[in-house]
């Protein structure tokens, strides 16, 4: 059973900085591709950033440059750094995992990520 833990949301102000965790003691992130999503009160779920098998790394264009995924030393860990956080940047984040190593296709397609987690919270007051 595949499952996903996210941590570290809270509430910071305009121009913060958080660091959210993804945490899972079933596999091996390293051989998945991972993605960050995120869902707004009363707005669509929505894709942030992904990892893939590799390491390589693509983002949403409205958090390019200010946010980064990465995978921990320890090896069932990912990370998403978030800098120059905005008020539309509030919302329940959530880690989610393919069932492959690729991040192919459109990366944000929801129906291609079978696992996700409960979501951590993040509130940006301005």
């Known amino acids: 059973q595949v499952t996903l833990t996210e941590s570290g949301g809270g509430s910071v102000h305009a121009g913060g900085s958080l660091r959210l965790s993804c945490t899972s003691s079933?596999?091996?992130?390293?051989?998945?591709?991972m993605g960050w999503f995120r869902q707004a009160p009363g707005k669509e779920r929505e894709g942030v950033g992904v990892i893939d098998g590799t390491g390589v790394t693509d983002y949403a264009d409205a958090v390019k440059g200010r946010f980064t995924i990465s995978r921990g030393t320890v090896k069932n860990t990912l990370y998403l750094q978030m800098t120059s956080l905005k008020p539309e940047d509030t919302a329940m984040y959530f880690c989610?995992?393919?069932?492959?190593?690729?991040?192919?296709?459109?990366?944000?397609?929801?129906?291609?990520?079978?696992?996700w987690g409960q979501g951590t919270q993040v509130t940006v007051s301005s």
């Open positions: 079933d596999f091996t992130y390293n051989s998945y591709c």
């Open positions: 989610a995992r393919r069932m492959s190593g690729y991040c192919n296709g459109d990366p944000f397609w929801r129906s291609d990520f079978p696992y």
